[in-house]
């Protein structure tokens, strides 16, 4: 059974502070990683997308992959409230479906 | 801007009934997908579809059957439904090659009563 794990939270920060979140994943063939972000009562969006070892940024969000330890994360450098959400890590290998974790919801307190 | 549209952003459906659940994309993506969403159980896979005509079933397509007859629609039929099919039902799509990520649809919370 292939398996995404992350911590449920929730993940406190304090505004400007940096969030970080991890997932790790249970297929050591996993190819690509992604990192969604989905508000209250809505469906997911996409924010990151990472397929080699080391860091990709785009703007305040850092995602980092590490295929020896199975572990991908995702940081958001100065938090906003608008910040606030639940974070879904997943990952698959080839054109199949994705595997999502459960999530970890990030609260960012002004 | 390119569209995931799931038809109805809210249904309440009486035990018992056939329910079909509509997803279009205005994306030309080979691959469909349809989730649903439940507190604590995350994202569960239901069928999913490559092309045409194709569907897969996922990890748990019990009491659900889906059509996908046209490249741009994809359906979901809950052939006689019950309240343990209360649930957020999200579609989603990508394109062929499984390596840029899912595009969702604003989801259908549905209420089986």
């Known amino acids: 059974q292939k398996e995404v794990e992350q911590n449920s939270g929730p993940l406190s920060v304090p505004e400007g502070a940096i969030a970080s979140l991890n997932c790790t994943y249970s297929d050591r063939g996993s190819q690509s990683f992604f990192w969604y972000r989905q508000y209250s009562g809505k469906s997911p969006e996409l924010i990151m997308f990472?397929?080699?070892?080391g860091d990709k940024e785009d703007g305040r969000f850092t995602a980092q992959l590490n295929k020896a330890s199975q572990y991908v994360s995702l940081l958001i450098r100065d938090s906003q409230p608008s910040d606030s959400a639940t974070y879904l890590c997943?990952?698959?290998?080839?054109?199949?479906?994705?595997?999502f974790g459960k999530g970890t919801r990030l609260s960012v307190i002004a | 801007d390119v569209k995931v549209t799931q038809s109805s952003r809210y249904l309440v459906k009486r035990t018992g009934e056939k329910v079909f659940l509509e997803c279009v994309q205005d994306m030309d993506h080979e691959n469909m997908f349809w989730y649903r969403q439940d507190p604590g159980l995350g994202l569960r896979l239901i069928y999913f579809?490559?092309?045409?005509?194709?569907?897969e079933k996922g990890d748990i397509p019990e009491g659900y059957s889906v059509s996908r007859e046209k490249k741009e629609r994809f359906s979901l039929i809950l052939e006689s439904a019950s309240t343990n099919q209360t649930s957020m039902y999200l579609c989603a799509s990508s394109p062929v090659g499984g390596r840029y990520g899912y595009t969702f649809g604003s989801g259908t919370r549905l209420t089986v009563v």
């Open positions: 579809s490559y092309d045409v005509k194709m569907k």
């Open positions: 990472i397929y080699s070892n």
């Open positions: 997943a990952v698959n290998k080839g054109n199949t479906p994705l595997v």
